[in-house]
């Protein structure tokens, strides 16, 4: 097939294990293999995950609201339709200090090595979040 469609009523919207934030999964719905790509929303006061990928470029396009990120210690202030690539290594977190929703377009590549999906939870938390998995931003009380 060359290529495959999802439209907004088709996506399926979750929350995430961690901190519980609406996340749609396009990328594996699509069924994508060699990157990942969601839509995240963030209402205000909630933040993803503070983390890092060892392998994995990860690309973040403020679709909707004014973006708030952080990447090693510089925080971001994105209006929409900014774009921000971050490297392998780096950590990153988004979250939202604003009056309003946040909307997230995130694609990472290539998938990493060997999958998280393998590595039991000791080691994945080790590898991919320094502060643990429920670490908050200074900006929302953390």
Known sequence: MAHRVTRPDDTAWRLSNQMRTENANVGAQLGATTLGARFWRLHPG?????????????????????GRMRVDDEVLTLPPH??????????????????????WFIVGAPPEAPPLSTLSPPDVLARVYPDGPAAR???LGG
């Open 46 to 66: 909630e933040t993803s995950t503070r983390h890092r990928h060892i392998d994995e470029h990860e690309l973040y396009l403020v679709v909707e609201g004014t």
């Open 82 to 103: 900014s774009v921000v690539l971050v490297d392998p290594g780096s950590v990153r977190q988004v979250f939202n200090d604003t009056d309003a929703d946040q909307l």
């Open 137 to 139: 931003p200074p900006e």
